[in-house]
């Protein structure tokens, strides 16, 4: 069972119970960096020559001298800080900081244990106590009913969240919560058939909160994942979010206050009141981000994406306009707000320790938004701001004390998650139910007036708004031509990327849009990113590039960032120059020695996870250690059984190694246990084609298809393979279905301009490559 010392302490600001999706998508995104690439590559890549490379280290080489410094700080018991910090100590008390995971016992749990039976998704789960102890009856992992001990609790408002101890030191995020606000059961996944064979169930590795959750609602947290034991020892130094989660280890800071001696920050690796915003900013984004770790924890004092890769503004974490749509909390929202730009900090609305509002009503934005027009709040940036009495009907359009009133309510519109959870979008939008329409982004004047009443709503807005200045293009008009393959995309994309004053999130987010518009001009701007002082800017800016050039021609733009003094960006750029580093990288070798070994050492410190050990069988395939391969690819499976990719890639290497009557009987498994896994059925049509089996393979490949229809690489596989099978009119059908719901999509357009002519439809190839020109008149495809 996981272990802590020490009682008492804090959630991160504002941290909720726990979700699956907290961490999920963006972890797919930074985790699978080679397994998305690399699917396909043991049956179409010779086997390399070794590569070899230093031992793990997690420092690069940057500097060849270091200051000498005084041994790390150590975590302390926070009951010492209450002499000293009574007035924080007490605004701390009794705050969701403070309660973010508690003990199980009668004092702190809040759900109704008295033989309470709650059914849902096709489960029964009884809650019950057992003298002092807490119990759910409810299936496990092999859907039969069985008794499991509450250890913890998670959050306190507006739910409560259960954490079960299943064994080798797991804890385990129950489905089912208690609504603390109705005084209610419910189920976290609504209709959405989790049962124990679906991957949203508590039992499952998505749910495990040792990897999930526990970080960001206890202090000085440690997962401690033994992977040759496939158990957890984790540790913490205090349960909720305390001091030190924030501060630091403290130990320093009482040789301090003891001494009065020089030491910086009072003992602290970092001063949180420091002039640059961006040290607590990124101190809270820890956890108050959409984010993947890069290890056991962090470091204070080192920036954000020394320890994390958070996530740009994909499509399907935001909305076009950068408004949250999945779970991603405050950070990324915020950052695209001209409040970050200006300097705003979260301590300037919010009291990071009792986590309230530093004033009533509109009182917080008043600081700033004021009939004098200028801030009250020191270190932001006034300039532009306006002389208005933003508290009145004639700003707000609405009566006092009435829905719309309120500042939040029109700049900061919200989503409920987990149920019953209201998050207020943090990127202080204004408005614009006119643009809202025509780009299918979320509004809060359409939100409150729907129906009809939208539709006068948006004539009302256009003669409140008949004056507004015209701007240049907007980030959001703009993405909706890149995502959706429009005339003018690649000029919109290009003039983006060409702005100043465009935040680093959404340039990151650009620069992730390239690869569908590439020409010079694209390469040029992604090079010039490279040297973008934003970390998130030049670690896009790496994929960027790699998108674009073959390795050898990579290696001179990439390997300077061998040296970066963020890890996220030195890892990027290490990963992919592993083919070119082959070859050597001459004075740049010691370098990427360096940075592939922290790569090396991420997904190792990853261990739990399926994903970090399929990174780690492709990473060993790709530098000549094979035999460590197959076992790593094992063990993805024994870690997630449900891990496709990790069963995908192990049967291209059995084929490969000549063991294909092993492999098709372990897809065959696969299959029987998954019949409706989009990405098996089309690993299965493959494996027919190149068995010559090809009439067999094509309703394979087209029911993958069909289970996934926004697929590109599903339907265009199809598509090619009705096309060499004589069924030329068919593919066309297929890549013109592709192309409607995947307009950008450059395979299918080529492909289907090529059978088109091949089959005397040159108006239509016509059309088509018209199209193509205007969507992106610089692509080399065209030449």
């Known amino acids: 069972m996981p272990k802590h010392k020490n009682k008492a302490a804090a959630p991160r600001p504002d941290a909720p119970p726990t979700s699956i999706s907290r961490f999920l998508f963006p972890f797919f995104i930074s985790v699978l960096l080679l397994a998305i690439v690399g699917i396909g590559w043991f049956l179409f890549s010779s086997q390399p020559a070794p590569v070899t490379y230093a031992p793990l280290v997690t420092t690069p080489i940057i500097t060849p001298e270091k200051p000498v410094v005084a041994a790390p700080a150590k975590m302390v018991d926070e009951q010492q800080c209450q002499g000293c910090h009574s007035e924080q100590v007490k605004d701390w008390q009794g705050s969701h900081h403070q309660l973010a995971m508690q003990e199980a016992s009668a004092g702190t749990m809040l759900g109704d244990f008295n033989n309470i039976t709650f059914k849902a998704e096709n489960e029964t789960t009884r809650f019950s106590r057992k003298s002092d102890e807490f119990w759910v009856n409810t299936p496990g992992n092999d859907g039969k009913n069985a008794d499991f001990k509450v250890a913890y609790t998670f959050g306190v408002a507006p739910l409560q969240q259960y954490l079960i101890e299943v064994g080798e030191g797991r804890l385990q995020a129950l489905g089912v919560a208690w609504d603390s606000e109705k005084h209610r059961w419910f189920h976290l996944y609504p209709g959405q058939g989790v049962t124990f064979k679906n991957p949203l169930h508590w039992s499952k590795p998505s749910q495990n909160a040792n990897f999930m959750c526990v970080e960001c609602h206890t202090t000085g947290y440690k997962r401690n994942f033994d992977a040759a034991k496939n158990t957890f020892d984790s540790q913490w130094n205090s349960l909720g979010v305390g001091c030190q989660a924030c501060h630091g280890p403290a130990s320093s800071h009482l040789e301090w206050t003891a001494k009065k001696t020089d030491l910086i920050h009072a003992g602290f690796a970092v001063d949180l009141k420091d002039n640059d915003p961006t040290v607590e900013i990124e101190t809270c984004a820890r956890c108050h981000s959409r984010r993947a770790p890069l290890g056991d924890g962090f470091t204070v004092g080192k920036r954000l994406m020394d320890d994390y890769l958070p996530s740009p503004l994909t499509r399907e974490l935001y909305a076009l306009d950068g408004k949250i749509k999945d779970e991603v909390f405050e950070h990324g929202s915020f950052a695209q707000s001209k409040m970050f730009d200006k300097g705003v900090r979260c301590s300037n609305c919010h009291n990071p320790h009792s986590n309230e509002l530093k004033a009533p009503g509109n009182g917080v934005c008043l600081q700033c938004h004021n009939s004098a027009g200028k801030t009250s709040v020191a270190g932001v940036e006034g300039k532009g701001l306006q002389a208005k009495n933003y508290d009145s009907i004639e700003h707000t359009r609405h009566a006092i004390g009435q829905p719309g009133s309120q500042c939040v309510d029109c700049h900061m519109p919200g989503k409920f998650y987990m149920g019953n959870d209201y998050r207020h979008d943090h990127s202080f939008s204004i408005p614009n139910p006119e643009r809202a329409k025509k780009l299918g982004t979320p509004d809060a004047c359409l939100t409150c007036h729907q129906g009809k009443a939208g539709d006068k709503i948006s004539d009302q807005f256009k003669l409140w708004n008949s004056a507004t200045a015209a701007q240049a293009p907007r980030y959001d008009e703009s993405l909706w031509l890149i995502r959706t393959g429009q005339p003018g995309a690649a000029q919109a994309l290009y003039e983006q990327l060409q702005r100043s004053n465009l935040p680093a999130i959404q340039r990151a987010t650009l620069l992730a849009e390239l690869s569908l518009y590439p ?87 990853l261990a739990e996870r399926a994903e970090a050990n399929l990174n780690l069988a492709m990473l060993y395939q790709a530098s000549g250690r094979s035999a460590e391969v197959e076992a790593l690819l094992r063990t993805a499976l024994q870690r997630d059984p449900d891990f496709y990719p990790a069963l995908v890639t192990l049967v291209q290497w059995l084929e490969a190694s000549g063991r ?56 265009y596989v199809l598509a090619v393979a009705l096309h060499d099978s004589g069924k030329v009119d068919e593919a066309c059908e297929e890549l013109e279905r592709l192309l409607k719901v995947q307009p950008t999509n450059r395979n299918a357009r080529l492909s289907l301009i090529q059978y088109y002519l091949e089959n005397g439809q040159q108006p239509k190839a016509q059309a088509l490559l018209q199209g193509w020109k205007k969507m992106n008149m610089g692509d080399p495809a065209l030449k």
């Open 660 to 715: 294909g009557q092993e492999a098709q009987a372990l897809l065959e498994q696969g299959l029987k246990d998954h019949p409706h896994a989009a990405l098996l059925l089309h690993t299965q049509g493959l494996s027919l084609i190149r068995a010559g089996k090809t009439a067999q393979a094509m309703p394979v490949l087209r029911k993958a298809a069909e289970l996934e229809p926004r697929s590109a690489q599903f339907g």
């Open 519 to 605: 020409s010079e001009q694209a390469l040029k701007l992604a090079t010039q990113d490279l040297r973008n002082p934003a970390p998130q800017v030049r670690e896009s800016a790496v994929r960027a590039i790699s998108a674009f050039l073959p390795p050898a021609e990579r290696a001179p733009l990439l390997t300077p960032l061998l040296g970066d003094p963020v890890k996220a960006v030195r890892i990027a750029a290490a990963r992919d120059l592993l083919s070119a580093a082959r070859n050597g990288l001459g004075s740049a070798q010691p370098n990427w020695n360096s940075a592939i070994a922290e790569y090396e050492y991420v997904q190792k410190s």
